[in-house]
């Protein structure tokens, strides 16, 4: 793996980006929310670039993947609680579209990250065949 810093990942980037529009979005909540939902989505916000920060660190792929699929788990709990928000009215329809679609992005970075990642282990080491 290459001595990059995990600030020159695009998903790391991508996360950061992801924290500042949850912690945006979750600004006009109701109070009673405020050790609930926002808290619960602000966190899970928070562990996506902390997990791509962390798994970069380990400087093994094997434990770099292992954090990126943490990071993935994130976004889908964050996606179940922009829905939960919509449906609580507490976003608007076009602001869980487009935290949707930055989840989406991310998503699908975190993912040929990860297949990138998988590859050039297996390159490295053949009788690696599938396993993860």
Excluded: C
């Excluded at 790391?12 to 600004?27: C, H, N, R, S």
């Excluded at 989406?104 to 297996?122: M, P």
Aim: proline share 4%; no cysteine.
């Amino acid at each position: 793996m290459s001595q990059s810093s995990y600030k020159d990942l695009i998903a790391w980037q991508k996360g950061m980006g992801l924290v500042a529009a949850i912690y945006d979005a979750t600004e006009g909540f109701p109070p009673h929310e405020q050790f609930g939902l926002v808290s619960q989505m602000r966190r899970a916000a928070v562990s996506v670039p902390s997990n791509i920060a962390e798994g970069k660190a380990h400087y093994s792929n094997r434990d770099f993947v292992r954090f990126l699929r943490h990071a993935r788990g994130s976004l889908a709990e964050i996606e179940t609680q922009v829905l939960i928000a919509q449906q609580r009215q507490y976003l608007p329809a076009t602001t869980t579209t487009k935290l949707t679609q930055q989840l989406d992005e991310l998503g699908r970075i975190l993912s040929g990250l990860i297949n990138s990642l998988k590859e050039r282990e297996r390159a490295q080491d053949p009788e690696l065949g599938t396993q993860d």
